[in-house]
């Protein structure tokens, strides 16, 4: 009994994503695309969908494989940068070859960075990104947070989870006027 293509394919997306992380699960995606050449295809769709850099050497390797099959950054709709251990992530030109991007993950001390890093100056090719999540992160100050969310000029969606700001509290709150 043969299953048509279709079925095949709705197995594949349903049963490769791990639910409990919200990742997908690559052995099996990888078991998929050897089984049935026709499967390839859809294995790259569900393999380069979300990408997930937690280390410089998962940058370094992805940046490598972008760079030696670029067709595979159209593959490429959602980014997340979360390194497992406070560090800097070299990350910018790798995501600068991902121009499809429609969703972008932080979880980032931008304190860590140089500051045009922080700034999103080097992030203004995200024309296509919609939804950009900070989870976690901690800027200098305010401007460095807005200069990051201006890098993303087609932005719909802002959604902040424990972003901290490392601002000092003025020395002398001066004279406050009441309200009313």
């Known amino acids: 009994m043969r299953l048509p293509m279709e079925v095949l394919e709705h197995i594949m997306d349903s049963g490769t994503q791990d639910p409990t992380l919200d990742l997908m699960v690559y052995p099996t995606l990888l078991a998929w695309s050897l089984t049935l050449r026709a499967l390839v295809p859809r294995s790259r769709i569900n393999l380069f969908k979300h990408v997930l850099i937690r280390t410089n050497r998962q940058a370094q390797s992805f940046e490598t494989i972008i760079g030696a099959k670029p067709y595979l950054a159209a593959y490429v709709v959602e980014v997340t940068v979360t390194p497992l251990r406070p560090q800097v992530l070299s990350f910018a030109l790798l995501l600068r070859a991902l121009t499809g991007l429609k969703h972008v993950t932080f979880g980032l001390d931008w304190t860590r960075y140089p500051s045009w890093y922080a700034s999103g100056a080097h992030m203004t ?8 999540k900070l989870v976690g992160n901690t800027f200098n100050n305010v401007a460095d947070l807005i200069r990051l969310v201006r890098a993303f000029p087609e932005l719909e969606t802002l959604v902040m989870v424990d972003v ?3 601002v000092e509290p003025p020395k002398s709150p001066g004279r406050v006027r009441p309200l009313c």
């Not at 090719?125 to 950009?132: D, E, G, I, S, T």
């Open 164 to 166: 901290k700001l490392n």
């Open 125 to 132: 090719c995200f024309k296509a990104v919609r939804r950009l």
